[in-house]
């Protein structure tokens, strides 16, 4: 098999690839020889050995002509992980329908537009192709203040798990499940200084993971190290979220400040 996590003449596209966990996997991708192509609505200037494509991937005509466009300027296309996603807070009981609607299209329907679209390429060439969705621990569990954002990532769940077995066998569908990410976004839902800390506290492996961590996850999943693997999800989540009754029956103090809400990654976005 020589090294599987060599990807010298593949060609990867990852879309919302631009910062924070979209930008980590790209930059993955590019020290394992991969030609790499990133998506966003806006360019950005530091991208380096990164190509750029501009795209609203809730537009699925706009999604059609980038994907085409990666596709006749390499030749092929190998990979595609769909990353573009995120919400901010909003409560259920007032979040409007227009913003419900976004946040549905951003995390839900674009991994479809752009999935159909690779697709139809990675049917064509001999040996397929990959696509890696990008979950979130809100979509596994209930999701206060991000509702339409939990509901759309555990769509996606299922959305992974009938592509899978729809495009098998040419082309392998997985999925990478983050849970508490540190981000450039981070400190707006987390806080800063001991405010952060006591989050990464309550993870079990100690920390939030660095975006790093996963994107090492889609790289292997991409790889064929997972070639037997389609329809997966693997939750990258440090081992879990501790049950909230654990620490109110250690300290049942009423006096105490609750810990800060966990949104998995929602607030990474395109």
Same mark, same amino acid.
């Given at each position: 098999m020589g090294n599987p996590l060599d990807f010298s003449g593949q060609v990867v596209l990852v879309t919302g690839g631009t910062r924070n966990i979209g930008r980590a996997i790209a930059e993955r991708f590019v020290e394992a020889g991969a030609t790499v192509v990133v998506c966003g609505r806006k360019p950005v200037d530091d991208l380096g050995p990164i190509g750029f494509e501009a795209c609203d991937v809730r537009d699925a005509e706009a999604v059609g002509a980038m994907v085409d466009a990666v596709h006749a300027a390499h030749g092929r296309l190998d990979v595609v992980v769909n990353n573009a996603g995120g919400s901010p807070p909003a409560p259920a009981a007032e979040a409007s329908a227009r913003f419900s609607e976004r946040i549905v299209a951003l995390n839900l329907l674009a991994p479809l537009h752009v999935s159909q679209a690779a697709n139809r390429i990675m049917q064509t060439q001999d040996d397929g192709g990959v696509i890696v969705n990008i979950g979130s621990v809100s979509g596994l569990r209930p999701s206060p203040n991000t509702a339409a954002y939990g509901a759309a990532k555990a769509g996606l769940v299922s959305l992974t798990q009938t592509l899978a077995m729809e495009w098998a066998p040419n082309v392998r569908v997985n999925m990478v499940t983050a849970g508490l990410v540190l981000t450039a976004d981070t400190a707006a839902f987390y806080g800063e200084g001991e405010a952060a800390d006591r989050v990464? %506290?309550?993870?079990?492996? =100690?920390?939030?993971a660095d975006p790093a961590e996963v994107a090492d996850a889609v790289l292997a999943m991409a790889s064929p190290l997972f070639?037997? %693997?389609s329809g997966t999800n693997v939750v990258v989540d440090g081992g879990g979220e501790r049950p909230p009754y654990l620490a109110t029956a250690a300290d049942p103090d009423p006096g105490? #400040?609750? #810990?800060?809400?966990?949104? =998995? %990654? %929602?607030?990474d976005s395109m």
């Open positions: 990464h %506290a309550t993870v079990p492996l =100690g920390h939030m070639r037997h %693997a105490q #400040p609750p #810990p800060p809400p966990q949104s =998995g %990654a %929602a607030i």
